[in-house]
């Protein structure tokens, strides 16, 4: 039997949708406050307004995935997201928590770069969350990845209130920090397609994975991008892995690496507040036979702020490397 909801005929799950659209909280825009959306991101679970869906698309169905309320077809498993979450001011408890002092929420009329750059920082960067609650992507069936839906950052979001956590936190992660890893560019890497490639990087930390865009047709990449991973206190090295996308199938590994964080973090929390200090190095993670560097990794002070550059040689393939930044931030920056 089909678990797809078609629009046309009366159906409990569409139903159950327009129900949820009609709450007071839902007749307005999540992002703009527009009245009357018709558009959804199934995913986060919230309704946007047209001009806001544009952008969001824009992100990447990897972000955000778009449906229209009324013209497209929703499935099952989409529309019990959309109300497990219960819609826009529970998903922007979330998203909207940390909005910081001077950063304006887009209007209704507000243009498309304003709009572009709110709805990025909310949803992409995750600008808004606290750091320890960022919601970090899954993989899907395809071997691509996609976020986790908002009710679980939500239940996430009330475990953490002091008032509400239980006796027994059994199975509850705390964590000591946020890891930013700028993942700058890529040199010489793999060929995977006729002549070229299309490739972006993945990287893994416990139960969170996060990724870069794809540099499409490119050995030598320039991402620039930034991507944020809570460390749990116990924690093991960051997995990274390359990878060429395909639209039609499996997507091909360019080569993987590990990076060692501990010197960094060992390091950070042993001069404690970087704002006091100069700029100066403080640590250093040694190249060995045994790790994936180019050259040693230095960590140093750099503006009141932990940081460490390191190029990685790309292992079990035949050529390739990355160049990071490293910025460590504890959980109360």
């Known amino acids: 039997?089909?678990?797809?909801?078609?629009?046309?005929?009366?159906?409990?799950?569409?139903?159950?949708?327009?129900?949820?659209?009609?709450?007071?909280?839902?007749?307005?825009?999540?992002?703009?406050?527009?009245?009357?959306?018709?558009?959804a991101s199934a995913n986060i679970?919230?309704?946007?307004?047209?001009?806001?869906?544009?952008?969001?698309?824009?992100?990447?169905?990897?972000?955000?995935?778009?449906?229209?309320?009324?013209?497209?077809?929703w499935s099952d498993e989409d529309i019990d997201a959309m109300i497990e979450v219960g819609g826009n001011a529970a998903a922007n408890s979330i998203y909207e928590a940390y909005i910081p002092e001077g950063t304006a929420k887009p209007g209704p009329n507000a243009g498309h770069d304003d709009r572009m750059r709110f709805i990025r920082s909310k949803y992409e960067l995750q600008e808004f969350l606290k750091p320890s609650l960022r919601i970090v992507s899954m993989?899907?069936?395809?071997?691509?990845?996609?976020?986790?839906?908002?009710k679980e950052a939500i239940n996430l979001f009330h475990s953490s209130d002091s008032s509400k956590k239980p006796d027994n936190t059994e199975g509850m992660v705390e964590f000591i920090g946020v890891l930013k890893v700028k993942v700058v560019k890529g040199t010489n890497l793999a060929v995977r397609d006729m002549l070229s490639s299309d490739p972006y990087v993945l990287l893994n930390l416990g139960q969170q994975t996060v990724q870069t865009t794809v540099s499409k047709s490119n050995l030598n990449p320039v991402w620039n991008e930034e991507l944020m991973l809570s460390v749990p206190q116990s924690h093991g090295p960051i997995k990274l892995q390359v990878f060429d996308y395909d639209t039609f199938s499996a997507d091909d590994i360019m080569g993987e690496a590990e990076i060692d964080i501990q010197s960094l973090i060992t390091s950070a929390m042993a001069y404690g507040d970087p704002g006091m200090f100069g700029d100066m190095q403080i640590g250093k993670w040694l190249k060995s036979n045994d790790n994936a560097l180019i050259e040693d990794s230095t960590i140093n002070i750099v503006d009141g702020k932990v940081k460490q550059q390191m190029q990685l040689k790309l292992q079990n393939v035949e050529s390739g490397e990355i160049e990071l930044e490293l910025e460590w931030m504890p959980l109360d920056q």
């Open 1 to 39: 039997m089909s678990n797809r909801v078609e629009l046309g005929r009366p159906s409990s799950g569409k139903r159950r949708l327009k129900d949820l659209l009609r709450q007071q909280d839902n007749r307005g825009c999540a992002d703009c406050g527009a009245p009357d959306p018709k558009w």
């Open 45 to 73: 679970g919230v309704f946007i307004c047209l001009k806001c869906c544009g952008v969001h698309r824009s992100l990447g169905t990897h972000i955000s995935k778009v449906l229209s309320v009324t013209l497209d077809e």
């Open 139 to 150: 993989p899907n069936a395809k071997g691509s990845h996609q976020p986790t839906s908002s």
